[in-house]
């Protein structure tokens, strides 16, 4: 069992930035690749970013790529997404997850989420 706690979220201006963090704990936290989605309102959870356990590969959307940026830290048992040049289509309630499996856009390859922070990007 892994338990992931999501913090950073809040109110930005649009071009601004936000660094999400996403603590884990429980089971070995290396084991897993880790990634970040996002749900807005009246829409689908969809994938942000996604990080190998070793931190030496990393996956974007292409709505997110050159703007944000994951990061993970083992020692740490934390993974985070830096933000910047955030507009207004960025404002989603932003989800931490684990998975052990190698399809990592795909939600339903995730076995662990967080329960979320919300990302309000105003124009």
């Known amino acids: 069992q892994v338990q992931l706690v999501e913090s950073g979220g809040g109110l930005v201006q649009a071009g601004g930035s936000l660094r999400l963090s996403c603590a884990a704990s429980?089971?070995?936290?290396?084991?897993?690749?880790m990634g970040w989605f996002r749900q807005a309102p009246g829409k689908e959870r969809e994938f942000v970013a996604a990080i190998v356990w070793s931190g030496g590969s990393t996956y974007y959307a292409d709505s997110v790529k050159g703007r944000f940026t994951i990061s993970r830290d083992n020692a740490k048992n934390t993974v985070n997404l830096q933000m910047n040049s955030l507009n207004a289509e960025d404002t989603a309630v932003y989800y931490c997850?684990?998975?052990?499996?190698?399809?990592?856009?795909?939600?339903?390859?995730?076995?662990?989420w967080g329960q979320g922070t919300q990302v309000t990007v105003s124009s």
């Open positions: 429980g089971r070995s936290f290396s084991r897993y690749a």
């Open positions: 997850a684990a998975t052990s499996s190698n399809l990592l856009s795909k939600k339903r390859s995730y076995e662990y």
